[in-house]
């Protein structure tokens, strides 16, 4: 029997039936998942943006240039941290708002601040090459990125921008977004927004004005504004102007035929104004409104201010053209520049007109029109002559000492070593003399003076207490904008107001902040600052020491330059000035260098000054009427002295002993002198013979010589001079025989119908070129030429019985000319003067 093993049955396994229903609860719940995911992540983003935009609020407010207005109210320039001019959507032409539109983002007033299909495109460009490589950024999605955040391109940073341009699109309207987008963006060579684009580029400040060529270039630039750039690459801005064009065509916005009109035109850049100009007087207002009108200066570049000014810009681009003139200053030094400031003021209101700092002055840079120097001879008006004359006890004809003298150790010279005895006031101020100022100072009293000139807005030092402040010997100085100010006291009758460069400020709201404009300071009488002019109305002219500052128009002013203080190098200098005034308008100018040593001098003494202050004001002033300097109401002009009467009894003979002719006349006061004035036969003019204490003169004579002779009376004290006598002619007898006196039928009482000689009575003194001449010794024979009988070389000699010898005139004259009458002038003053 065989054992057959019973095999278990193997159960087999049911298949699961498909359940759908229990699908489609998953599907339902992974999409209602979803939903939720996708809402919360939409909530997320709104409120993520609402966020951002609510912690970078200030972030909306974009820096604005200050705007400049010269005294005009014409706008001449703009400060600013950044040039941005913040334009209303209202002054945005409509082509000018298309044109970006078309370029940047066609769908702009459709989508909500993220343009899907664009975005979906940059997605499958990114995905493709593992990284972010394009944008497809809407303009809201550009100003949210301009606004808050960076330029990188990664996924985070991108949903952040779509966040805040759903916000953006939430909060503002389509318009005030574009608005805000063309403000902000930035346009290459410095722009930022499209107002200041189209000033850099096309020169345009009125967006309307712009042309379709202009508008589809300055579309062109944000998507590269080097590269696009029409300055910097023309060719390739060209190029993208065409796509912009063509787009505006394909999206109707603009024909064909303005945009065949518009794509070959050839960029040309206009003329721009340097940004150099106005630098000093631009750093001056930032000052003044940072220190009168208490705005920050990081605020006024930032908040879009307007600054109305005082600056006259024609004077101002004068003076700039001037200090770029090399030919205007003399040479540099081997390692320093020769070095200038200046400073003008408008008399009437103290308004600053124009000031430079310096020769190439560079954006917060040393401002020489406010550095103090010293002045040398521009201060004696203001700290002795002036204040002489408020005093009362002095007028132009008063009489000052000019005598070499030691003041308590201090023993200054005239420049040129001549000492004159005493001099008018007037002669001292025109000549620039010395002694006299010193003098002066010392009689009025260093304290009145001093107080007078800081009344007139100087400052001293405590170590400025001595007479050496007579010519402008300070421990610090003074700077050209405040002698400016002082001399404009002269032309306002003695009125003084604060110098000032702001007039007002409009501030960003629209709130006008008004300069405080204060009663002028009367600083001296009206009569002293009549009297004042008068004096210095001399100086430029002939024989003046600032005569190179003379032009056209009714001019006053003083020179002034202070000695170099190196062992050898004495006769030059270290600052030079002229300060000088019209009725309109003072001014003050400053040469020299910044450092001072044996290689960097002056050497061209202050006419350089005087010239430099008449290229400026001449053309500054040019289209200006002409006004002259006024005498004040109840004033009574400077009384001059009174001149001696006329000498009577004159008479001249023959003295046949004495082989002279004899003079005589009646005499006249006992502090006159007498001046004899000959002419031979063989001389064209009268030249002053001699200078006499006494009624007569014994003038020896050449036989058979014909000579004329008339005497005037001379008052020393006064430096008046009687008019002259009649002219009486002898002539002398060939044999030595006496000859009566014949008196010229054309020389008759009163000397009508000739002629008055140059170094007559009344006539103009003629200075030579040069320095004044020390007093020299005549040449070989007579005085006045002639040779005296016998070929000797000894002067002649006349003897009266009883009365002494004659008393010749100090100093020989020499070719006819006497120092004090014909007396040569320097045209500059030199050191200390």
Do not use: C
Not at 412 to 440: C, F, H
Not at 786 to 798: E, K, Q, R
Request: glycine share 8%; net charge neutral.
């Amino acid at each position: 029997m065989s054992n057959t093993e019973k095999k278990p049955a193997v159960k087999k396994k049911k298949k699961k039936k498909f359940n759908g229903k229990k699908l489609l609860v998953w599907m339902l719940a992974a999409s209602a998942f979803a939903v939720v995911l996708a809402f919360a992540g939409y909530l997320f983003i709104i409120a993520n943006g609402q966020n951002e935009l609510a912690e970078g609020a200030d972030k909306f407010n974009m820096d604005e240039a200050a705007h400049v207005y010269d005294v005009n109210g014409d706008e001449v320039t703009t400060l600013a941290r950044v040039n941005r001019e913040i334009v209303e959507f209202s002054e945005i032409p409509e082509k000018l708002r298309n044109a970006f539109i078309a370029t940047e983002d066609r769908r702009f007033n459709e989508h909500s601040g993220v343009d899907l299909y664009s975005l979906g495109r940059a997605v499958v460009k990114d995905v493709i090459a593992r990284s972010a490589v394009e944008g497809g950024s809407t303009i809201t999605q550009q100003l949210a990125k301009n606004l808050f955040l960076n330029a990188d391109k990664t996924f985070f940073r991108k949903a952040t921008e779509v966040s805040i341009a759903i916000a953006l699109e939430r909060n503002f309207t389509k318009d005030e977004i574009l608005k805000m987008y063309l403000n902000r963006i930035y346009f290459g060579s410095g722009a930022y927004g499209v107002k200041a684009a189209a000033k850099v580029y096309f020169g345009v400040s009125d967006l309307s004005a712009l042309k379709t060529w202009q508008i589809a270039t300055l579309a062109a630039i944000p998507k590269a504004p080097s590269h696009y750039s029409p300055i910097d690459n023309p060719e390739k801005s060209k190029e993208r102007r065409a796509v912009v064009l063509r787009l505006m065509t394909d999206q109707g916005y603009i024909t064909e035929e303005e945009r065949k009109e518009a794509v070959d035109v050839d960029y040309e850049r206009p003329v721009q104004n340097d940004q150099k100009q106005y630098l000093t007087f631009l750093d001056y207002v930032v000052k003044e409104a940072t220190e009168k009108f208490e705005i920050e200066e990081d605020k006024l570049l930032r908040e879009g201010y307007k600054i109305y000014t005082t600056m006259d810009s024609n004077a101002q681009r004068i003076l700039e053209e001037t200090y770029n003139n090399p030919k205007m200053f003399q040479g540099d030094g081997p390692s320093q520049k020769i070095q200038s400031g200046m400073a003008i003021v408008n008399n009437k209101d103290g308004g600053i007109v124009a000031m430079i700092g310096g020769r190439d002055y560079v954006r917060k840079g040393l401002n020489r029109a406010t550095v103090a120097r010293q002045p040398g001879s521009s201060f004696k008006p203001l700290v002795v002559y002036a204040p002489a004359i408020e005093s009362g006890k002095y007028t132009p004809y008063s009489m000052l000492k000019d005598e070499k003298q030691d003041f308590n150790g201090y023993s200054p010279n005239n420049y040129d070593n001549v000492y004159r005895g005493q001099v008018t006031m007037t002669e001292a101020v025109k000549r620039s003399i010395n002694l006299p100022a010193v003098w002066l100072l010392k009689e009025i009293g260093l304290s009145k003076g001093i107080q007078f000139a800081k009344n007139m807005g100087i400052p001293f030092d405590e170590k400025d207490s001595n007479l050496a402040i007579a010519l402008g010997g300070m421990t610090r100085g003074v700077s050209p904008l405040q002698m400016a100010s002082a001399y404009s006291a002269f032309a306002n009758n003695g009125a003084q107001y604060a110098t000032h460069s702001i007039v007002k400020i409009v501030k960003p709201n629209g709130e006008t902040l008004n300069y405080k404009q204060d009663k002028p300071k009367q600083v001296m009488s009206a009569k002293t600052a009549y009297y004042m002019t008068e004096m210095m109305k001399t100086v430029v002219e002939t024989g003046g020491t600032g005569v190179k500052a003379k032009f056209n128009r009714p001019l006053a002013g003083k020179t002034g330059s202070t000695q170099l203080d190196l062992k050898g190098f004495e006769k030059y200098d270290r600052d030079v000035w002229f300060v000088g005034y019209t009725p309109e308008w003072s001014a003050a100018v400053w040469e020299g260098f910044d450092k001072t040593d044996t290689k960097h001098y002056v050497t061209v003494g202050s006419g350089s000054t005087a010239a430099i202050f008449k290229e400026v004001m001449s053309k500054a002033m040019a289209k200006m009427p002409v006004t002259n300097f006024s005498k004040p109401e109840g004033v009574a002009p400077p009384e001059e002295p009174k001149a001696p009467d006329a000498i009577t009894g004159f008479k001249v003979e023959y003295i046949r002993e004495k082989k002279a002719v004899r003079l005589t006349w009646n005499p006249a006061a006992d502090n006159m002198q007498y001046r004899i004035y000959r002419k031979s036969s063989k001389e064209a003019d009268y030249s002053m013979h001699y200078e006499v204490k006494l009624p007569e003169l014994d003038d020896i004579a050449m036989p058979g010589e014909t000579y004329s002779y008339y005497v005037t009376a001379y008052n020393p004290d006064t430096k008046t001079e009687s008019p002259p006598t009649d002219k009486l002619e002898i002539t002398v007898p060939k044999d030595g025989g006496a000859e009566s006196p014949t008196p010229s039928p054309s020389m008759s009482p009163g000397g009508s119908g000739s002629p008055v000689p140059s170094g007559s009575p009344g006539a103009t003194p003629k200075p030579s070129d040069g320095k004044t001449p020390k007093p020299s010794p005549g040449t070989s024979g007579s005085p006045g030429g002639s040779p005296s009988p016998g070929g000797g070389s000894s002067p002649p000699t006349s003897v009266e019985a009883g009365k002494g010898s004659a008393v010749p005139r100090v100093g020989t004259p020499v070719n006819g000319k006497e120092q004090g009458v014909n007396g040569a002038v320097a045209e500059d003053d030199g050191p200390g003067h």
